[in-house]
């Protein structure tokens, strides 16, 4: 699970990916980008076993981000960006090998025993000082839950919020969706911490808490048994952005990169998003 808090004009999360991708290979590779060249190809990528990709994640891997704790089935969000991203670089299914290393071991100096890791790593500057990050292939959503009991619980659409009762951690990108986006006729409530804003929302101060999509998931299915999400909201702010994780120096940041800006500029990561991360999963788009 990433960490929380998360961190003006609005637009959509698709546009906003492909700007951010677009710069990250200068900021995170240490080796040329590769884009004009011919060497991300799997005959010319050197692995850690030649022939083979070897992707990482945590155990276990959680849904949405994985399904049944299997990332080699392909199912969930992130086992589908992985198989996207080893087939453009050339590989098969059956050329990928999955791993399992803890978030906080993944994150660590040193050498790493896979070539790319995928676990809702945010990239930071203080964790680019020990590894390296692909391009962003996801850029985090703010997201409204509420309990099934609250009357907006079901709904849809900005507007229907605006009447609600909402609240979020102080300083938040959280808050600035609220302030910017769903603009309340009722004062939102601030809280010093999330586990604040979670008391209030099931004492029934809070009609609704916004808090970033990852972190929604986590509420909804591990903590507060009677809390749904209502939907996501549009991009605002700066939003967190999620990279694949490389060994530090490792001469395949460059093409990993790449070709993370290339499904997003197709649009692949977007469908990707809506296929594992919107309806189907309980997280809908408000709009």
Known sequence: MASTPRIAAIT???????????????????????????ACTKENLQTRT???LTIA?????????????????????????AYAVAEKLGYTREEV??????????IAPGPKTFDFDI???SITDERKQAVDFSAPYYLVRQTV???KSSKIAGKTSLADLKGAKLGAQVGTTSYQAITDLIQPTTQPQVYNSNDDAKKALQNGQLDGLVVDLPTAFY??????????IVGQLPQVGVPEAFGLLLDKGSPLTGCVSKVVGELASTGGLKQLEEKWLAQSAGAPELT
């Open 219 to 228: 509420i909804t299915g591990a903590e507060i048994d009677d809390a749904v």
């Open 57 to 81: 994640t945590d155990e276990p891997a959680y849904q949405p981000w994985f399904v049944d704790n299997k990332p080699d089935n392909g199912e969930g969000f992130e086992s589908a960006v």
């Open 50 to 52: 030649p022939g083979t």
């Open 12 to 38: 959509t999360a698709g546009a906003v990916l492909f700007a951010v991708t677009a710069c990250a290979p200068q900021e995170n590779t240490a080796s040329p980008d590769p884009a004009g060249q011919a």
């Open 145 to 147: 839950i509420a309990l």
């Open 119 to 121: 676990n809702q790593f």
């Open 97 to 106: 090998t999955w791993t399992r290393v803890k978030f906080d071991a993944a």
